[in-house]
């Protein structure tokens, strides 16, 4: 039977699939499953799969269930879920299943990571209690009484997070709860431990014998004006706590001890210029009472934590690391070329890719014998739990399928797998390229994207709404041009303070290999692209008219107020050169690579898009772009989405307002390349 062209509404049907833990005997994989319902809500819950194959719900899906832990004893699975008014608390459920209670009974806030002490007896975790004023509780209570709605205050530049909102002068701290040894279904208390950090930013592991914590954190009193200090803490369970001598400035997160408790690895980077992470992140190894630490990765010109974008998985950001349980290495997760794999880097330095081939390997728990579980797709399959092994004659490690949920998506829709292209750009280099063809002959018209970030990368994975595209009869070419992850360090940090320029060049090459291809008609050719993809929409249509129409998505226009009005404000003199609030000299860099600087004369009819609450690339970015083409008449249309999306909504956005915005950038393509 053949099979039916892939549509928006698709998505609706799509099960997405994260973070598989393997339970300590190995025999079971607790994972996230999040599906769409029949009200256009995400439902996740957790299931469990046997390496049988057999998956079955051990949550309910109501208030939601996310970050599954197994207790080091596997009798009990601790999870976080928001089930009612007193908001996100952390739940523990018998690992054969029954009901599930909360261990906490915090006021309303958010919890970040988490984790079971060696001997299960106690949870570590990071909480921040809500703003005052702000809670569930105080809004109901304002709406009853018609109070009017307070100030926010805050005396700190670090008061919002796209996509975690307003918390003004709040920040997380670390805290620990005691673990009953049997359900008693009696919330217990938990005990602040520990809050040294001055952005409320942390990362930690146990020590084996559970008698401390390391913990990660910047060690600046000001670290958003500052330039990259994190350092390695020894905290007490009294609270007590002491630096890691010996170690460098920079970056440093996810310290993982060895089993042994010898050692402490982390990934990060030594260099103090970098806070927008254009250098590799690498793996470092320290002796667990400090000193000068060990390069183990330096020397490959891998990315620790590169992030392959996909609207059918979130984009992971940082690195992963785990210990093999022999103590011989770490396994990591590797950005390379577009793909993501899974690597292992030996106590003695250096990165082995242990997988190979076009797919994105996402990495979740280890099993106690060194096989990974993870989640896998390709272009053409959405993400599913997978076990990474060696096969017994080849010992090539491959990913082998434990679930299957979107099997009848998969048996009845079509999706185009992508053709590969490296194309010929400046300076003697080579520009990855991916093209992505509807069914049919013929010349057609034709969409180039580019991706966000800048510093991520497009890759071998499930992209929902590519394949839309495709199917709605356009050809899709994407890229990774200079500034992406994922190519050498040289690569990435090509455009470092310098965007519009090799970047451009790259795009530029694109264009005309675009124009080039036969099957593309050259007069009904679009550009669009979100984020920096945005940045870079714009940066097209100001400099160029190869394009029809455009789509200018949750965009930078003006670094000048881009500098001021981001959750991540810009350092004076830092990635980028000058300063927002200086004299014209000082704000003069900043304007040269304003995409809005070369807007007169733009002729190319846009579409805008932007979220009223994304705190990353703030509405009036948007705005500015839209008033522009408003008054140099050029076609123009502005959807603004309501406050309560962010910066992420392609992504992770109320499935209504995700097919609308898809469905915004078909009708703007058809009226302007049909």
């Not at 979740?364 to 004659?393: H, M, N, Y």
């Not at 510093?455 to 050809?475: D, I, P, V």
């Not at 890229?479 to 965007?499: F, H, L, Q």
Request: net charge negative; with cysteine.
């Amino acid at each position: 039977m053949s099979k039916r062209p892939l549509l928006a509404e698709d998505l609706l049907r799509l099960v997405f699939v994260a973070d598989p833990q393997p339970s300590p005997d190995g025999s079971t994989i607790l994972f996230q499953r999040k599906r769409i319902d029949e009200k256009k809500k995400y439902q996740t819950s957790l299931w469990t799969v046997t390496l049988g194959g057999e998956a079955k719900p051990l949550t309910r899906e109501k208030g939601g269930a996310g970050a599954g832990r197994w207790s080091p004893d596997a009798s009990q699975i601790a999870f976080i879920a928001d089930r009612d008014e007193s908001g996100a608390q952390i739940y523990l459920i018998p690992a054969h299943g029954g009901e599930a209670f909360a261990l906490t009974h915090l006021p309303e806030g958010s919890i970040g990571e988490y984790a079971f002490s060696p001997d299960g007896t106690q949870i570590a975790f990071v909480y921040r209690a809500a703003v005052p004023g702000f809670t569930k509780a105080d809004i109901k209570a304002r709406s009853e009484s018609g109070a009017v709605e307070p100030p926010l205050i805050a005396n700190d530049v670090n008061y919002r997070r796209d996509g975690d909102g307003y918390y003004a002068d709040q920040r997380f701290a670390l805290y620990l709860v005691p673990v009953p040894g049997h359900p008693t279904g009696s919330p217990v208390d938990a005990k602040l431990l520990y809050s040294a950090a001055v952005d409320g930013e942390y990362s930690f592991d146990w020590h084996p014998s559970g008698s401390h914590l390391i913990v990660a954190h910047s060690a600046s009193k000001t670290p958003f004006k500052d330039i990259p200090n994190s350092q390695l803490y020894r905290v007490s369970l009294d609270g007590s706590a002491e630096q890691l001598p010996g170690l460098p400035r920079g970056d440093k997160s996810v310290p993982r001890y060895s089993l042994d408790g010898q050692w402490i690895a982390y990934a990060g980077d030594e260099d103090e210029s970098d806070p927008w992470g254009t250098r590799n992140t690498r793996i470092y190894l320290v002796e667990a009472n400090g000193g000068t630490p060990i390069d183990l990765t330096g020397g490959t010109d891998l990315d620790m934590a590169v992030a392959t974008l996909s609207d059918s998985a979130e984009a992971a950001f940082g690195a992963k690391l785990r210990w093999h349980p022999d103590g011989s290495g770490l396994y990591v997760e590797v950005g390379s070329f577009g793909t993501s794999q899974i690597g292992f880097v030996p106590v003695g330095g250096g990165c082995a890719l242990l997988t190979e081939g076009n797919h994105s390997i996402k990495m979740g728990g280890l099993f106690a014998d060194g096989r990974v579980a993870g989640t896998v797709s390709t272009p053409v399959k959405v993400p599913e739990v997978c076990i990474v092994e060696p096969e017994l004659i080849t010992g090539q490690y491959v990913p082998k399928l434990l679930t299957d949920f979107n099997a009848d998506f998969h048996e009845e829709v079509e999706v185009v797998a992508p053709e590969e292209h490296w194309v010929d750009t400046t300076d003697g280099l080579k520009v990855h390229v991916w093209v992505l063809r509807g069914r049919g002959d013929g010349p057609r018209p034709a969409c180039l994207n580019i991706h966000g970030g800048p510093h991520t990368q497009y890759g071998w994975t499930f992209f929902h709404e590519l394949q839309t595209y495709a199917a709605a009869g356009y050809t899709v070419v994407y890229s990774n041009p200079r500034g992406s992850k994922g190519y050498g360090e040289d690569w990435c940090a090509a455009i470092k303070g310098d965007w519009g320029n090799k970047d451009w060049q790259d795009i530029q090459a694109v264009t005309e290999f675009m124009k080039a291809d036969p099957a593309i008609i050259t007069e009904k050719m679009g550009v669009m692209g979100g984020s920096y993809g945005g940045y870079m929409t714009n940066w097209t249509i100001g400099h160029t008219h190869d394009f029809a129409c455009a789509v200018s998505d949750r965009c930078v226009s003006n670094m000048v107020s881009m500098a001021g009005n981001s959750d991540f404000p810009f350092n004076k003199d830092g990635y980028f050169k000058g300063v927002a609030w200086g004299s014209l000299e000082k704000i003069a860099e900043l304007w040269r690579q304003s995409p809005i600087a070369y807007f007169e004369g733009v002729k190319t009819p846009t579409l805008v898009i932007h979220s009223v609450g994304d705190l990353r690339c703030n509405v009036e970015q948007g705005e500015q772009v839209f008033t522009a083409l408003q008054m140099e008449g050029v076609p123009s249309r502005f959807v603004r989405y309501p406050a309560s999306t962010s910066h992420g909504l392609s992504r992770s956005g109320p499935p209504e307002l995700r097919l609308h915005r898809i469905g915004e950038y078909l009708e703007w393509m058809k009226q302007w390349l049909s």
